[in-house]
């Protein structure tokens, strides 16, 4: 019987290239998969999305401030009010309390500030409460 011994060549340029692709490889998938792997939307502190207690932001109307109180508890936004509001804001924007009730009524349909559906004649009005929501939440959550 005799062995028959094969000789196989193989070239270090070869070996490197091939080396290299393989790493390039596994570098793209990992990288496909950290792109679209979901993420998870809400920050979660202590049990909840939220610190419970009342947190405000301030507005600038003019030359006057007011502050937009948000109540919160761990999960949902409890009520929103203006503070310091007094009778001369009101007369100048009177468009304010119309829109903070109008806010208050949807809290409880609603699962995000960003899915409020402001009304075409308070439009602005709204997105300036809006905006002042998104501020006192974001204390709420750190």
């Not at 792997?37 to 600038?60: D, H, L, R």
Request: aromatic share 6%; hydrophobic share 45%; net charge negative.
């Amino acid at each position: 019987m005799s062995a028959k011994t094969k000789i196989i060549v193989v070239k270090a340029k070869e070996l490197i290239y091939t080396t290299l692709f393989i790493c390039l490889a596994i570098i793209l998938i990992l990288l496909l998969i950290f792109m679209f792997a979901p993420e998870e939307k809400t920050v979660k502190t202590s049990g909840g999305v939220y610190n419970p207690g009342v947190y405000t932001s301030t507005i600038a109307l003019g030359d006057t401030t007011l502050d937009v109180a948000v109540s919160v508890d761990e999960n949902h936004i409890t009520s929103v009010s203006l503070t310091n509001l007094t009778e001369s804001v009101t007369a100048m924007y009177p468009l304010l309390e119309p829109s903070l009730e109008d806010i208050n009524s949807q809290l409880e349909n609603i699962s995000s500030i960003d899915d409020l559906e402001l009304n075409s004649e308070n439009k602005y009005t709204g997105l300036i409460l809006q905006q002042a929501i998104k501020n006192a939440l974001q204390k709420a959550q750190s």
